[in-house]
């Protein structure tokens, strides 16, 4: 469906990790290496949305995939609620200037580096070192941002 707001989208991405390494695709529209993720769609809480993108974007499924919580207290469901993992990442950012996606970023790892291209969203998918992404940075293919995140993603992954 895509946006859904004419202002703000909420959205889900992970920093995938596996043997070192962090999973990258470099979107057609932005012709930059990103994360994967998207929309998150009406009937979906993140989490849905999450596991639904990144089969889409990547053919990886969930028992391929275990969420990493940074944040180790245990917290209490309520009647009537759900909890959600708490995110890696949680960030604000422009998408064509004029729109605005509220991220809500994961840090997951993988248990296969077996993984398919979308060839409608992205040119190609990839697993990289940070010195392969940094090596992005002279030909203006990847956002220091990322590289900082999968920085911080693959410490807290090892």
Known sequence: MGHIHELYDFTTSAFI?????VLLQHHKKIKMWLQPGGH???EEDPIEALYRE??????????????IELVKDKRIESSGSKLLPIPFDFNVHSFNN???HIDLCYLMISNTNDVTLEVDKAHDIQWFTVDQMRALLDDNLI????????EIALRHAA
């Open 143 to 150: 956002y220091q941002e990322t590289i900082d995140l999968a």
């Open 98 to 100: 004029n729109h605005k």
């Open 40 to 42: 998150v769609e009406l």
């Open 54 to 67: 990144l089969e889409e974007e990547t053919g990886l499924l969930p028992e391929n995939l275990q969420i």
């Open 17 to 21: 990790i596996n043997d070192g390494r």
